[in-house]
């Protein structure tokens, strides 16, 4: 799924409402629990909307490696 696609906007809506959830739908499990266990600690001290908007970014512009390394050789 490229950047955009319709994979990577659910796992952007889904990190909007938990930070994480989306990384976990695309596969990346430790990602997920990072983004998920910084956000409440900063929460904490009013500054875990960083991490959780990070998490909707990074949902968003995912690409996986193999896609990204085809594109490469189109280009060339």
Do not use: K
């Not at 319709?6 to 959830?21: E, H, K, M, Q, T």
């Not at 500054?47 to 085809?70: K, N, P, V």
Request: charged share 15%; aromatic share 14%.
């Amino acid at each position: 799924m490229g950047s955009g696609s319709c994979g990577n906007v659910i796992a952007a809506l889904a990190s909007f409402f938990i930070p994480g959830l989306g990384q976990l739908l695309q596969g990346r499990w430790l990602l997920a629990g990072f983004m998920f266990v910084m956000t409440a600690l900063l929460w904490l001290i009013l500054l875990g909307w960083i991490i959780h908007l990070c998490s909707i970014i990074d949902a968003a512009f995912y690409q996986r490696a193999e896609r990204r390394h085809s594109d490469d050789y189109r280009r060339a």
